[in-house]
Protein backbone atom coordinates (compact mmCIF):
# COMPACT_ATOMS: atom_id res chain seq x y z
CA UNK A 1 0.00 0.00 0.00
CA UNK A 2 1.81 3.12 -0.64
CA UNK A 3 1.70 5.46 1.44
CA UNK A 4 3.12 9.28 2.13
CA UNK A 5 3.42 10.74 5.62
CA UNK A 6 4.22 14.31 6.89
CA UNK A 7 5.00 15.19 9.86
CA UNK A 8 7.36 18.04 10.90
CA UNK A 9 4.40 20.65 11.31
CA UNK A 10 3.62 22.88 14.60
CA UNK A 11 3.37 26.66 15.73
CA UNK A 12 5.71 28.91 15.37
CA UNK A 13 6.08 32.80 16.11
CA UNK A 14 6.55 34.97 12.60
CA UNK A 15 10.20 34.83 11.61
CA UNK A 16 10.46 31.55 12.81
CA UNK A 17 11.61 28.17 11.20
CA UNK A 18 10.46 24.57 10.57
CA UNK A 19 11.59 21.43 8.50
CA UNK A 20 8.99 19.15 7.29
CA UNK A 21 9.45 15.83 6.01
CA UNK A 22 7.43 13.39 3.72
CA UNK A 23 8.42 9.60 4.21
CA UNK A 24 7.29 7.34 1.36
CA UNK A 25 6.43 3.59 1.79
CA UNK A 26 4.74 0.96 -0.31
CA UNK A 27 6.28 2.10 -3.10
CA UNK A 28 9.50 3.55 -4.05
CA UNK A 29 9.66 6.70 -5.62
CA UNK A 30 13.28 7.16 -6.52
CA UNK A 31 12.06 7.75 -10.21
CA UNK A 32 9.53 10.52 -9.69
CA UNK A 33 9.70 14.02 -8.99
CA UNK A 34 8.10 14.89 -5.67
CA UNK A 35 6.16 17.88 -4.55
CA UNK A 36 5.09 19.74 -1.67
CA UNK A 37 1.59 21.88 -1.74
CA UNK A 38 -0.19 24.04 0.52
CA UNK A 39 -4.00 24.63 1.31
CA UNK A 40 -5.03 27.48 3.77
CA UNK A 41 -8.25 27.81 5.18
CA UNK A 42 -10.94 29.05 2.89
CA UNK A 43 -8.12 28.93 -0.36
CA UNK A 44 -7.34 26.24 -2.72
CA UNK A 45 -4.21 23.95 -2.92
CA UNK A 46 -1.27 25.65 -4.23
CA UNK A 47 2.04 24.12 -5.10
CA UNK A 48 4.91 25.09 -3.21
CA UNK A 49 8.09 23.35 -4.32
CA UNK A 50 9.23 20.16 -6.09
CA UNK A 51 12.64 18.30 -6.85
CA UNK A 52 12.99 15.74 -9.75
CA UNK A 53 14.50 11.82 -9.14
CA UNK A 54 17.91 13.45 -8.23
CA UNK A 55 17.13 16.02 -5.80
CA UNK A 56 17.61 19.16 -8.34
CA UNK A 57 14.89 21.70 -7.34
CA UNK A 58 12.08 21.61 -10.05
CA UNK A 59 10.54 25.26 -9.20
CA UNK A 60 9.56 27.25 -6.00
CA UNK A 61 6.22 29.86 -5.66
CA UNK A 62 7.03 32.85 -6.10
CA UNK A 63 5.72 33.73 -2.70
CA UNK A 64 8.03 31.35 -1.00
CA UNK A 65 11.31 31.18 -2.87
CA UNK A 66 14.16 32.77 -0.98
CA UNK A 67 12.85 31.20 1.92
CA UNK A 68 11.74 27.57 1.78
CA UNK A 69 14.56 24.98 0.68
CA UNK A 70 12.97 21.32 -0.91
CA UNK A 71 15.12 18.57 -1.11
CA UNK A 72 14.91 14.70 -1.06
CA UNK A 73 16.59 11.69 0.03
CA UNK A 74 16.54 8.69 -1.86
CA UNK A 75 18.08 6.32 -0.17
CA UNK A 76 15.87 7.04 2.94
CA UNK A 77 12.53 7.56 0.34
CA UNK A 78 12.08 10.75 2.05
CA UNK A 79 11.64 14.60 0.73
CA UNK A 80 12.09 17.57 2.95
CA UNK A 81 10.96 21.52 3.01
CA UNK A 82 12.96 24.10 4.86
CA UNK A 83 11.06 26.72 5.57
CA UNK A 84 12.74 30.32 7.25
CA UNK A 85 11.94 33.56 7.60
CA UNK A 86 8.24 31.82 8.30
CA UNK A 87 4.95 34.68 7.43
CA UNK A 88 1.73 34.18 9.21
CA UNK A 89 0.65 34.20 5.42
CA UNK A 90 1.99 30.64 5.54
CA UNK A 91 -0.44 28.99 7.74
CA UNK A 92 -1.76 26.04 5.99
CA UNK A 93 -1.97 22.52 5.78
CA UNK A 94 1.36 21.07 4.17
CA UNK A 95 0.86 18.11 1.79
CA UNK A 96 3.32 16.48 -0.42
CA UNK A 97 2.46 14.22 -3.44
CA UNK A 98 4.01 12.89 -6.35
CA UNK A 99 3.40 13.03 -9.83
CA UNK A 100 4.50 9.06 -10.95
CA UNK A 101 2.28 8.90 -14.15
CA UNK A 102 -0.03 12.55 -15.23
CA UNK A 103 2.39 14.13 -17.55
CA UNK A 104 -0.17 17.77 -16.92
CA UNK A 105 1.75 20.28 -15.78
CA UNK A 106 2.48 19.41 -12.17
CA UNK A 107 1.83 22.96 -10.83
CA UNK A 108 -1.79 22.02 -10.95
CA UNK A 109 -2.75 19.92 -7.81
CA UNK A 110 -4.99 17.57 -9.80
CA UNK A 111 -2.05 15.73 -12.07
CA UNK A 112 -0.26 14.87 -8.92
CA UNK A 113 -1.21 10.62 -8.10
CA UNK A 114 -0.21 10.14 -4.74
CA UNK A 115 -0.77 12.54 -1.52
CA UNK A 116 -0.63 12.47 2.24
CA UNK A 117 -2.31 13.42 4.83
CA UNK A 118 -1.08 16.59 5.62
CA UNK A 119 0.54 18.68 8.35
CA UNK A 120 -0.58 22.06 10.05
CA UNK A 121 1.99 24.68 10.21
CA UNK A 122 0.27 27.81 12.11
CA UNK A 123 2.65 30.73 11.82
CA UNK A 124 1.59 33.44 14.84
CA UNK A 125 2.55 37.20 14.33
Known amino acids: QVQLVESGGGTVQAGGSLRLSCAASGHTFIRYPMFWFRQAPGREREFIAG????????NYAGSVKGRFTVSRDNGDDAMYLQMNSLEPEDTAVYYC??????????????????WGEGTLVTVSS
Open 97 to 114: AVQAYNTADYRDPKSMDY
Open 51 to 58: VDWSGTPK
